[in-house]
């Protein structure tokens, strides 16, 4: 897909969560700010439990419980609330932009990020549902399979532990594991004004059957989204384990590094298609996929091509168009 260039003010998000874009671009539409437009345009998908990868009742940990992540930047004072590890608050990219708003942190995460969230309002629920409780119960009833653990004992191919750590034994560099794109699925959301302001947001309930504690990328300020209003923003999606990996190397944190680049004259689909490959180098196998867009109104996307995923879809709404429209685009 080549970059598209529309009239400002946009709004553009991963997947096909039309609900989400629709509740964004109506908050641009009334006047409210692009931060107001991605927290809205999040909080749908975790009202909406998107994909079940989003919000309440998706998700379950070893444990049988969901927990959530989220963060929310503004681009143009590069502030950033995120939280991670969220128990008993279905309002996760509120809780977020409550930490940027009302303390001098950046990140707060498990039960302390709770009790924050609900002294600052946010209502005590749960998280777990019978759809989780029935995918919790039929992983175990599988020997709890897949799940994310290595060199330890018993062998975590076939059994639910409780595991020890073993001698570690050479093993391939990046071995395949089974591919299930629903279980890595985050909202990730940029806005950009009339005026050129940019915010982005992000939230999920993280990877299905993930042991307890596990943050991905979708929490994490310039892994998870980025946002420069200076520049534009842009929004990853899909195994946040290996997508927040690239920092050490260079500036390639994958949402950083698409803003940068953009920052330096690229297009928005090609500043997505670099950070994507820089991935893809290492990681070959890995599931993901990336929005960008720029101030100048300019859009794209891409996304790693695996036999299980060709394409990856994600919704803009544009002062052209003046509603959601979807977006294909093919995998490198």
Not at 93 to 113: C, D, I, K, P, Q
Not at 291 to 304: L, P, Q, V
Not at 320 to 331: A, E, F, G, R, Y
């Amino acid at each position: 897909m080549h970059t598209a260039y529309t009239a400002l003010p946009l709004v553009i998000n991963t997947w096909h969560f039309e609900n989400a874009a629709n509740a964004a671009w109506s908050t641009l539409q009334r006047g409210g700010s692009v931060l107001d437009a991605v927290e809205t345009g999040c909080a749908q998908c975790e009202v909406d439990q998107c994909d079940g990868s989003v919000g309440f009742g998706g998700s379950p940990d070893e444990r049988g419980e969901t927990t959530l992540d989220a963060m929310i930047m503004n681009g143009d004072t590069m502030e950033v609330g995120a939280v991670a590890n969220l128990h008993r608050v279905k309002n996760a990219v509120g809780v977020a932009r409550a930490v940027m708003e009302y303390t001098e942190h950046t990140f707060l995460v498990g039960e302390s990020a709770t009790i924050f969230a609900q002294n600052m309002g946010f209502m005590s629920e749960e998280l777990s549902t019978n759809k989780s409780i029935t995918i919790f119960s039929q992983w175990l009833q599988k020997n709890c399979q897949p799940n994310y653990r290595k060199n330890v004992f018993p062998d975590p191919s076939g059994s639910c532990g409780p595991y020890k750590p073993k001698a570690k034994l050479w093993r391939p560099k990046n071995p395949k594991k089974a591919f299930d794109p629903s279980s890595h699925d985050t909202i990730g959301m940029v806005a950009i004004g009339k005026n050129r302001q940019v915010a982005a947001a992000t939230s999920t309930n993280g990877a299905t059957h993930k042991i307890p504690g596990r943050v991905g990328d979708s929490p994490v300020a310039g892994a998870g989204a980025y946002a420069d209003s200076t520049v534009g923003g842009a929004a990853g999606t899909g195994d946040g384990d290996i997508m927040m990996r690239f920092l050490p190397r260079l500036v390639s944190l994958e949402s950083f590094l698409a803003v940068e680049l953009m920052r330096n004259g690229a297009q928005p689909t090609v500043a997505c298609e670099t950070a994507i490959s820089r991935i893809k180098k290492h990681y070959p196998d890995f599931f993901g996929a990336m929005i960008c867009a720029n101030t100048t109104g300019g859009y794209g996307a891409a996304c790693n091509k695996l036999p299980e995923f060709s394409q990856f879809s994600f919704m803009v709404a544009n002062a052209q168009t003046n509603q959601s429209q979807v977006h294909k685009v093919d995998c490198i």
